[in-house]
């Protein structure tokens, strides 16, 4: 059995009300989701938020899933969604509009607060990662958004312009601009070290 | 030196969709420029750290285990077990039901049972000929058990009163005694007193007579010398 095929089996199980099947789709997934949202967030209690909120969608939308499209797809689809709305929120909470505009005009959809790196951040144990972390935390949210789907799901141009009803283009241009950033980043980095 | 076309090649670089003939001409172009190539390697240089990344683990959490658990329980359907047998407190209901409006007999005798429909009359004098026999019965064993009652209660309150009584005279005796003691222990207290007085009355008494001689004495005395 494939695993689109376990995965659509696993839901039509979840759906007549096996828990056991609905706890080991969430394992199959939560991990992606989890470094998903890490990636995007930059701090584990807020990744751990959304992926939580992502399995609540998932929960209260199965019934809704066609099987049209990879569940996979489906899934990261909804945590994109509750990534930019956690975004939102976030900045609404903290409305003080002091981010630099030295790149990019939507500097201002950084994740608030994540100038002053936070303790769950220091304790991200992979010196790689807290790397990738800090680089990431200089792109603004569509752009760290792009490179997630791009680099780390390995979409497609199209499917990322889908997902975020923008076109190609556009998702190559941020894409190109983001990675032109993370290497200026990258080499202030190593200057530093 | 910069080169023109770099951001467009690295943009279409990265493209799912691009023609062998596009792509060949690219890699021409990259392999000629050394703008294009070294912007394209240090952006690929990028892409590689990223990929460098390491799967953290998930922090324990009831992966919404509870949530899905209290839902479904709500909505879990009724096992085929009960719905095959929910039909049978209702036929049962309906099954008497039918016997009362139809009244229905069953008489079981030597050559076995008869059912019947519907009452008749004579059924209907035995019937009542059997209730009153029933209530004579009754009657009469309701006269006894009144009758045993009442002789039993009336013997329960002889042994009652008479227990009452002997408690009574008891308690009557000992209050006596009690006041005889007392009476008995006053007269003696009385007496003592009273020999004490007499006592103290003679001394006083045989005191007056003393005085009385020396008066005397002394009158006797006074004469003398006269």
């Given at each position: 059995m494939s695993l689109i095929d376990e995965d659509e089996a696993l839901i039509a199980a979840a759906l007549k009300g096996s828990a056991y099947a609905w706890e080991k789709l969430v394992k199959r997934y939560e991990s992606k989701i989890y470094n998903h949202g890490l990636r995007l967030t930059g701090n584990s209690s807020d990744a751990m938020d959304l992926m939580q909120e992502v399995f609540l969608g998932v929960y209260r939308n199965l019934h809704r899933f066609r099987g049209d499209a990879k569940f996979s797809s489906w899934i990261f689809r909804i945590a994109h969604n509750k990534a930019v709305d956690m975004n939102r929120r976030k900045r609404l909470m903290t409305s003080s509009p002091k981010f630099s505009s030295e790149d990019e005009g939507d500097e201002f959809e950084k994740f608030p607060g994540r100038t002053n790196l936070e303790p769950e951040y220091r304790l991200v144990s992979q010196e790689l990662n807290t790397r990738i972390l800090t680089m990431l935390n200089e792109l603004s949210m569509d752009q760290r958004s792009i490179v997630e789907l791009k680099v780390f799901q390995s979409l497609t141009f199209d499917e990322i312009a889908e997902l975020q009803d923008i076109s190609a283009n556009t998702v190559k241009t941020r894409f190109y601009s983001a990675l032109k950033k993370l290497k200026v980043v990258s080499e202030k980095e190593n200057v530093l070290s | 030196m910069s080169c023109p076309k770099t951001q467009y090649l690295l943009h279409e670089y990265f493209?799912?969709?691009?023609s062998a003939v596009a792509r060949d001409e690219l890699d021409r172009h990259l392999s000629g420029c050394a703008h294009c190539n070294a912007e394209l390697e240090s952006v690929l240089l990028v892409q590689r750290d990223m990929q460098q990344w390491q799967e953290q683990s998930v922090p324990h959490w009831d992966r919404g285990r509870e949530l899905f658990r209290r839902e479904h329980r709500a909505e879990r359907p009724l096992s085929r077990l009960w719905l095959s047998w929910q039909w049978l407190p209702t036929a049962a209901s309906l099954a008497m039901l039918c016997v009362l409006l139809f009244n229905v007999n069953v008489v079981s005798n030597e050559s076995g049972f008869s059912v019947s429909f519907g009452g008749s009359a004579g059924a209907n004098i035995d019937l009542r000929a059997s209730m009153a026999r029933f209530e004579q019965a009754q009657r009469d064993e309701m006269q006894q058990l009144v009758a045993r009652v009442e002789s039993r209660q009336d013997s329960n309150n002889v042994q009652l009163l008479q227990a009452v009584m002997e408690q009574t005279q008891q308690s009557t005796a000992d209050s006596f005694d009690q006041m005889y003691a007392y009476f008995e222990q006053q007269r003696l207290l009385d007496l003592q007193d009273m020999r004490a007085g007499y006592e103290q009355l003679v001394d006083s008494d045989y005191e007056t007579i003393r005085s009385l001689q020396q008066l005397v004495n002394y009158v006797g005395y006074q004469g003398d010398i006269r």
């Open positions: - | 493209s799912e969709d691009l």
